[in-house]
């Protein structure tokens, strides 16, 4: 279970935060080479944390997949005779955080996977690496990692048939950086030169605090502890119980609480993403919607799904992906939001004005002057058109009898005095 999580930081902060923690970063890559998202889903690029072995006398991305490299402690058992073998390994460690795509492709792979393929390996259960055989075999000796994020979503199933799914946010009591037990890979395509670092989550049965959410979560690892240690030695070359202990519940703080809906499509993201759905700060809260309401705001995107306007959800246009439920993965994943609405083509308008052409005219209801006179009695002084008014064939009432226009007995109209 972890198929979705939040990666809102810049590398600049990871890096610093992870060497503030006492950890050696030797090498990070840029910001750009790293998916900032509060929505991070399969198939981004994320920052894993790994060791590497003589960075300098090997080019990058040399002999990650050549199980005859030479390790560590035995060359430097050639150069001293083997004395203090630990140390001088320990030295010669170089630790780096590295890009690679989430979802894990195995080296011996020659051509590319599919997507469906590729979803299948975001995840790998620590139960399936106790024996010593299957697909994950040499990576879990040589190439054990640890992924770097805030918090991880997970949507806990309500309802009739549990169609009904709330997304929920995991993140640390202590809100420091989160971290994670991996594993990686390095494959070169038939026919490709480029080389693909990609990597997989580890899950275990879920702690007691989690356990209402689902029945898995992944496996967390504190910075610089003992656990990580022996997960990140690379002198570990051989799977061992010690190894497999690391994979178990975690035992510290953790904080659970939902969050708005729209983090179930991929491509939305949103600070808010994060931020309680009952917290004040989230601007998704209807009560803070109303409490807000005539502050000036920017304006917002509309999210598909809902006919709410957030001010702060924005759409990522270059991850067009759609969202679905699927029995691959260990999470609860909302399906995709509604289908887009298709807009006329030209051809299309083309159409619509031929068949307005040969639908049959109808007149007005409103009847003409004429015809009014004809049925409506009026006096000799509404017959100018400057102030003749058609009836409304709303109603059937009688025209309102107009004033007599002899006027009561003293008044006269005004020819009269000059006619005499």
């Keep these: 279970m972890c198929g979705r999580y939040a990666l809102g ?79 001088q390994s320990s030295s010669q460690l170089h630790y780096k955080i590295q890009s690679m795509k989430w979802g894990l492709v195995p080296s011996w792979t020659k051509r590319k996977p599919d997507y469906g393929s590729l979803m299948r390996t975001i995840n790998c259960r620590d139960d399936s690496l106790v024996e010593d055989r299957g697909m994950w075999t040499s990576m879990k000796r040589k190439k054990r ?3 770097v994020c805030q918090g991880f979503f997970e949507w806990l199933k309500k309802g009739p048939g549990g169609k009904e799914k709330v997304p929920h946010f995991v993140k640390r009591k202590d809100g420091e950086l989160m971290l994670f037990a991996g594993l990686w890979d390095c ?42 240690k022996i997960w990140l030695d690379p002198n570990r070359t051989t799977w061992s119980k010690e190894l497999q202990s690391v994979l178990k519940p975690y035992k510290g703080e953790l ?25 004040k700060e989230n601007k998704s809260n209807i009560a803070n919607f109303f409490a807000n309401a005539k502050k000036k705001t920017k304006p917002g995107v509309k999210v598909e799904g809902d006919g709410i306007t957030d001010q702060s959800i924005v759409k990522n246009e270059d991850d067009p992906r759609p969202t679905k439920d699927s029995e691959w993965s260990e999470d609860n994943a909302p399906k995709p939001a509604a289908g887009v609405k298709r807009e006329r083509t030209p051809e299309g ?31 000799k002084q509404q017959t100018s058109p400057a102030v003749k008014k058609m009836r409304s064939v709303t109603h059937n009432e009688k025209p309102m009898k107009k004033v007599n226009a002899k006027k009561a007995d003293g008044s006269h109209p005004i020819t009269k005095f000059f006619s005499t």
Excluded: W
């Design 145 to 147: 990692c640890v992924i």
């Design 9 to 87: 930081v810049r590398m600049a902060f990871i890096r610093r935060r992870l060497q503030e923690q006492g950890l050696q970063v030797d090498e990070a890559p840029s910001d750009d080479e790293v998916r900032e998202t509060y929505n991070f889903a399969p198939g981004n690029f994320g920052a894993v944390y790994r060791a590497d072995i003589y960075p300098s006398e090997y080019g990058e991305g040399q002999h990650e997949n050549d199980d005859s490299r030479p390790h560590t402690t035995s060359r430097i058992q050639n150069r001293d005779g083997g004395k203090d073998e630990q140390t």
């Design 255 to 279: 904080e659970c609480y939902p969050v708005p809906k729209e983090v179930g499509k991929v491509g939305n993201n949103s600070p808010d993403f994060i931020v309680p759905v009952s917290s």
């Design 187 to 228: 494959v070169s395509y038939e026919g490709e030169d480029e080389k693909l670092y990609t990597y997989t989550i580890i899950t275990t049965s879920s702690n007691s605090y989690l356990k209402f959410l689902h029945d898995r979560m992944p496996v967390i690892l504190d910075p610089n502890s003992e656990a990580m």
């Design 349 to 379: 308008l083309g159409e619509v004005a031929d068949e307005e052409a040969k639908r049959p005219k109808t007149e007005l209801l409103t009847p003409s002057p004429k015809k009014v006179t004809e049925h409506t009695p009026v006096s």
